[in-house]
């Protein structure tokens, strides 16, 4: 079990930022695989964007590329996601997640809440 603890949710205008954290307890592997996911209110957990974190490489779902970033700190054990130019579908609860596959679904933080309402 590597527990993950997110962080940094709100309320944001439309186009506005929002950055959230996600930091995993214990050693992470090169191989470790850190995402993710969504949920919108009656709409089925979605993929959001991943990283593998040894070689820091990315996958993105098509409606937040160009806007959403994520990356990693391996010295703080911390994953972010920065998202840009936010729009109201974006609003849901955004989960973290890790685990050795693509996309990772093995271990899950407590969801955070974004809202993106003028």
């Known amino acids: 079990q590597v527990p993950l603890v997110e962080s940094g949710g709100g309320l944001v205008q439309p186009g506005g930022s929002l950055r959230l954290s996600c930091t995993a307890s214990?050693?992470?592997?090169?191989?470790?695989?850190m995402g993710w996911f969504r949920q919108a209110p009656g709409k089925e957990r979605e993929f959001v964007a991943s990283?593998?974190?040894?070689?820091?490489?990315?996958f993105y779902t098509t409606p937040v590329k160009g806007r959403f970033t994520i990356s990693r700190v391996k010295a703080e054990n911390t994953m972010y996601l920065q998202m840009n130019n936010l729009k109201p579908e974006d609003t849901a609860v955004y989960y973290c997640?890790?685990?050795?596959?693509?996309?990772?679904?093995?271990?899950w933080g407590q969801g955070v809440q974004v809202t993106v309402s003028s």
């Open positions: 997640t890790g685990g050795s596959d693509l996309p990772p679904r093995t271990h």
């Open positions: 214990g050693r992470i592997y090169s191989s470790y695989v």
């Open positions: 990283i593998r974190w040894g070689a820091g490489t990315t």
